[in-house]
């Protein structure tokens, strides 16, 4: 489960670069696209450079193409609720997947661990949420937010990729499985680009693509070993692993912290006393979550 948590600490790097690029540096659905683009041509590259390639069975091919194109298909959609300008939400929403995952696991892949540890994984949920709270979010008001459903058909899409996933790792290891998975999404960036990239979009790529490139290699190494990383845990349990990776949330807000004190334009945080100590007390719901799952 140290792998899972390890995941956390890798998401939590992607948050904050994907926050720097989104805001400073590129249109979301123009990084998006370069980023994903990289990593699928580099992925197979570096992983079969020194694994053996394994073919997948037929049967092995439904779980993997169903986890990839969740996978791809969701994380397009949340970049392009990122586009409607209600970031805000996202975060909190996405920290509820375990939600999703822990009904959906006991269903489709027999993953049950007591009450006990179900409660303690709605505990960190909970304290993910408050980590990633921010001034003027009110629970109500997230009703009227444009993208709240965008973000929750996101995290119910992730949530299928999950459950795809663990039986596919049965079977094949998840250096092979990682490979595959990026390479299935080749076809589907081709196909998305009529839909989703616009004029705009055109303009930025081809303007920004060059000086934006050592962010893209960055953003490649560190998604590459948070996807190793989540699909190793993933083989054992999805339900624990997703509600370990949730400690993400802690880890943002503390190396977020650390940002704004050395440099405040990388990403740009001020916040109240009451956020900070809403963040704080998320941040010990976590780690007591945490610590009660693994003694």
């Not at 948050?15 to 989104?22: A, E, H, M």
């Not at 069975?57 to 986890?67: A, D, G, K, R």
């Amino acid at each position: 489960m140290i792998v899972a948590i390890s995941t956390g600490l890798f998401f939590a790097l992607r948050n904050i670069l994907n926050k720097y690029i989104i805001s400073n540096r590129m249109n979301p659905i123009s990084w998006f696209y370069l980023y994903t683009a990289i990593s699928v041509i580099l992925f197979p590259i570096i992983i079969w450079s020194f694994t053996p390639i394994e073919f997948p069975s037929m049967n092995l091919w439904i779980y993997i193409m169903v986890s990839s194109i969740t996978g791809f298909v969701g994380g397009l959609i949340f970049i392009y609720a990122l586009t409607l300008g209600d970031v805000t939400t996202a975060m909190p929403i996405l920290s509820s997947r375990p939600i999703f995952v822990l009904p959906m696991s006991f269903i489709f892949l027999n993953e049950f661990y007591g009450f006990g540890v179900a409660g303690w994984i709605m505990v960190i949920v909970l304290g993910a949420m408050l980590t990633s709270w921010k001034e003027g979010m009110k629970v109500k008001d997230l009703a009227k937010n444009k993208a709240l459903g965008l973000f929750l058909f996101t995290t119910f899409l992730w949530s299928i990729m999950d459950m795809a996933t663990k039986p596919a790792l049965q079977q094949i290891d998840s250096f092979n499985f990682t490979s595959w998975w990026n390479l299935i999404q080749a076809p589907f960036l081709l196909i998305f680009i009529p839909f989703v990239f616009k004029e705009k979009e055109i303009k930025d790529l081809k303007k920004k693509w060059k000086p934006i490139f050592p962010y893209v290699l960055l953003e490649a190494m560190i998604f590459f070993a948070s996807l190793i990383t989540l699909f190793y845990a993933f083989k054992f349990s999805v339900s624990l692993s997703e509600a370990l990776v949730a400690t993400q949330g802690l880890i943002t807000v503390a190396i977020g912290f650390l940002i704004t004190r050395i440099n405040p334009k990388i990403i740009a945080e001020k916040h109240s006393k009451r956020i900070y100590l809403l963040r704080l007390a998320g941040s010990i719901l976590i780690l007591i979550g945490i610590y009660q799952i693994l003694v």
